[in-house]
T-cell receptor
Framework: AQSVTQLDSQVPVFEEAPVELRCNYS??????LFWYVQYPNQGLQLLLK??????LVKGINGFEAEFNKSQTSFHLRKPSVHISDTAEYFC???????????????FGRGTSLIVHP | KAGVTQTPRYLIKTRGQQVTLSCSPI?????VSWYQQTPGQGLQFLFE???????NKGNFPGRFSGRQFSNSRSEMNVSTLELGDSALYLC????????????FGPGTRLTVT
């Protein structure tokens, strides 16, 4: 089974500064990778996903992530953050083979991004 | 298109009681998954239903159960509640077997006293 490590539980940053949220997963032959965002009192919303192809994936709200197979990482980046980006971010990984007929992801513990004015 | 809805949004129960939570997926979505989210354990998979059949199950005791109806709406039940069951319960829907993108509801906040 996959395991996902989000190396930072909390990342404080000033508005308009760049940010990187780190995610590492246990090795596997082939994986699908996701980043979700959760705002207070809301469910999770998909930011971006990697299924195959280009290792640089662009998502919503100016976020992007890079899949690095050799380092088993999928770090999330944004060149300039806004106050409204303050939220909890989750990395998720699923094996690229059917388990019981679907791809059940394993989630990391989450990283709290706190953007200061 | 309406999103995933969950009812109720907040619930307070006493130890030993049972509770039923409801989830209505996005129209056309046939797969519904349930997750438990706590500060200590993070997001943990409970079970997944597709076409009224439980297709996958996480590592939770038998007190946690669920079902899916013919209209894809799903319910989960927790019997003999324990203090440790206090959590945010999230429901997610997706189109079907090979769809990777899950759409999450706002969750039901369950507090057990």
């Amino acid at each position: 089974a996959q395991s996902v490590t989000q190396l930072d539980s909390q990342v404080p940053v000033f508005e308009e500064a760049p940010v990187e949220l780190r995610c590492n997963y246990s090795s596997s032959v082939s994986v699908y990778l996701f980043w979700y965002v959760q705002y207070p009192n809301q469910g999770l919303q998909l930011l971006l996903k990697y299924l195959s192809g280009s290792t640089l994936v662009k998502g919503i709200n100016g976020f992007e992530a890079e899949f690095n197979k050799s380092q088993t990482s999928f770090h999330l980046r944004k060149p300039s953050v806004h106050i409204s980006d303050t939220a909890e971010y989750f990395c998720a990984v699923s094996d690229a083979f059917l388990r019981g007929g679907s791809y059940i992801p394993t989630f990391g513990r989450g990283t709290s991004l706190i953007v200061h004015p | 298109k309406a999103g995933v809805t969950q009812t109720p949004r907040y619930l307070i129960k006493t130890r030993g009681q049972q509770v039923t939570l409801s989830c209505s997926p996005i129209s056309g979505h046939r797969s519904v998954s349930w997750y438990q989210q706590t500060p200590g354990q993070g997001l943990q998979f409970l079970f997944e239903y597709f076409s009224e059949t439980q297709r996958n199950k996480g590592n939770f005791p038998g007190r946690f159960s669920g079902r899916q109806f013919s209209n894809s709406r799903s319910e989960m039940n927790v019997s003999t509640l324990e203090l440790g069951d206090s959590a945010l319960y999230l429901c997610a829907s997706s189109i079907g077997t090979r769809d990777y993108e899950q759409y999450f509801g706002p969750g039901t906040r369950l507090t057990v006293t």
